[in-house]
Structure formats: C-alpha cells, structure tokens
C-alpha cells in the first residue's frame, strides 16, 4: 500500500496516510488524506525532495 500512495499515479492527490486505529482495523487498515487537487509536476518534484532531506 506504502508503494501505490508514494509511486504510483495516485501519488498527487495523496496528502498523508497512516494506519488505522485498532477498532478501525489497525495496521491491516490505512487511512488516507486525499487533496481536492492533484500538486502540480513542480510541486510534485519539490514536494518528494523535502521528504528525502
């Protein structure tokens, strides 16, 4: 799931992800913020390369 958030075509509209609380299904679940819009490519790239730093 990790990988289909951060790399795939989704990852634009991805604004944050964790897992679950237990009585939501814990670590078998995940919750996902998604943006109303999708970052631009320059957003993107500056976006990514905060996350490595």
């Known amino acids: 799931v990790i990988e289909w958030l951060t790399r795939g075509k989704w990852k634009k509209w991805v604004a944050a992800f964790t897992s679950a609380r237990k009585c939501d299904g814990g670590t078998g ?3 996902v913020l998604l943006r109303t819009k999708p970052l ?14």
Request: charged fraction near 30%; avoid cysteine.
């Open 29 to 31: 679940a995940t919750y």
């Open 40 to 53: 631009s490519k320059r957003l993107l790239k500056q976006n990514i390369i905060r996350r490595i730093v």
